[in-house]
């Protein structure tokens, strides 16, 4: 059978990295500290899209395995 660990485990590393970088951005501003951005919006923002594109790879993954799966089941059966 195919191995799923490998793509699941890449799926969750890219919902925990995306998830990650919008805690940042949504962080409550302390307007008593220094008046400059505590957060580097384009880092995060670069951060969350590149989670984004982890998370369509790895879901590609899984759909051509399946895929694949699927055509040696009919092959044969």
Do not use: C, H, W
């Not at 962080?27 to 400059?36: E, F, G, K, M, T």
């Not at 923002?45 to 998370?55: G, K, R, T």
């Amino acid at each position: 059978m195919v191995n799923l660990d490998t793509p699941l485990d890449g799926l969750n590393r890219a919902q925990t990295a995306f998830d990650q970088a919008a805690a940042k951005v949504a962080q409550p501003v302390s307007l008593d500290q220094n008046p400059q951005d505590q957060v580097s919006l384009s880092d995060a923002m670069v951060s969350m899209l590149q989670a984004a594109n982890d998370y369509k790879a790895n879901l590609k993954s899984l759909e051509t395995q399946n895929e694949m799966q699927k055509s040696l089941l009919n092959i044969l059966g």
